[in-house]
């Protein structure tokens, strides 16, 4: 019997080195993420894309090298250095981030404000249990 084929080798046989990044059914059809913006949905995927991109990891990896911490999977980074790479205005970022975390989509793991170093993030089910 054939073994089913992962989207990421499907992707990867075709020969392009885009990242893209995974949103289940039941998240779209949500009551949390139906109340979220268009703008804070869209940054949600570019979310997932930038924790999975190369750009992403490296600045997260230099961050860990940094600090000496060691994150876990699901976290990520996105500084205004990227946003502006996606069109996406540092303001816009900030209020999309804020209402994330406030629906329970994402989390705040570091607040490095106080240092001038990119704030690090990672991905939560949260949402799950709010209404």
């Known amino acids: 019997m054939a073994r089913k084929k992962r989207i990421e080798d499907i992707y990867a046989s075709t020969g392009k080195t885009d990242t893209f990044?995974?949103?289940?059914?039941g998240m779209l059809e949500s009551e949390q993420y139906q109340k979220l913006?268009?703008?804070?949905?869209?940054?949600y995927t570019l979310c997932r894309v930038q924790s999975k991109s190369n750009r992403g990891k490296s600045c997260l990896y230099k961050h860990?090298?940094?600090?000496?911490?060691?994150y876990t999977e699901n976290c990520f980074v996105f500084p205004?250095?990227?946003?502006?790479?996606?069109g996406i205005e540092r303001s816009n970022g900030s209020n999309y981030l804020k209402q994330l975390i406030v629906a329970g989509?994402?989390?705040?793991?570091?607040?490095?404000?106080?240092?001038k170093k990119v704030n690090v993030?990672?991905?939560?089910?949260?949402?799950k249990n709010s209404s």
């Open 21 to 25: 990044g995974m949103i289940y059914n």
């Open 105 to 115: 989509f994402i989390e705040k793991v570091e607040n490095n404000k106080a240092v």
């Open 64 to 70: 860990k090298e940094e600090y000496g911490i060691d």
């Open 37 to 43: 913006s268009c703008g804070a949905k869209q940054f």
């Open 121 to 127: 993030y990672k991905f939560s089910n949260k949402w």
């Open 80 to 86: 205004a250095s990227h946003m502006q790479r996606y």
